[in-house]
Nanobody
């Protein structure tokens, strides 16, 4: 069983920055594929960014590429999402997801609200 705890959400004006963290426990971090998703009101949950276990490979949704950066610190079992140049359309609940490599089972965090508004 993987436990995921997100933190770092909040409210910011357009053009501002926020950083999210996701701490994983209950499983060897290097055996997890980590990613960030978001869900805006009335919309489906969408993939924002994903990262390989060594941090060497990353992928981003087109809407956030160049503005968001995903990273991990394996020593701290933590994944990060640095969000810059935030826009009102980035407003959503952001979720951390961990997929166990061996089984393909997914675990989700509780979500953290990000609101971008003037």
């Amino acid at each position: 069983q993987v436990q995921l705890v997100e933190s770092g959400g909040g409210s910011v004006q357009p053009g501002g920055s926020l950083g999210l963290s996701c701490v994983a426990s209950g499983f060897t971090f290097s055996n997890l594929l980590m990613s960030w998703y978001r869900q805006a009101p009335g919309k489906e949950r969408e993939l924002v960014a994903s990262i390989g276990s060594t941090g060497g490979s990353t992928a981003y949704a087109g809407s956030v590429k160049g503005r968001f950066t995903i990273s991990t610190d394996n020593a701290k079992n933590t994944m990060y999402l640095q969000m810059n140049s935030l826009r009102p359309e980035d407003t959503a609940v952001y979720y951390c997801k961990a997929r166990v490599r061996a089984s393909g089972v997914d675990f989700w965090g509780q979500g953290t609200q990000v609101t971008v508004s003037s």
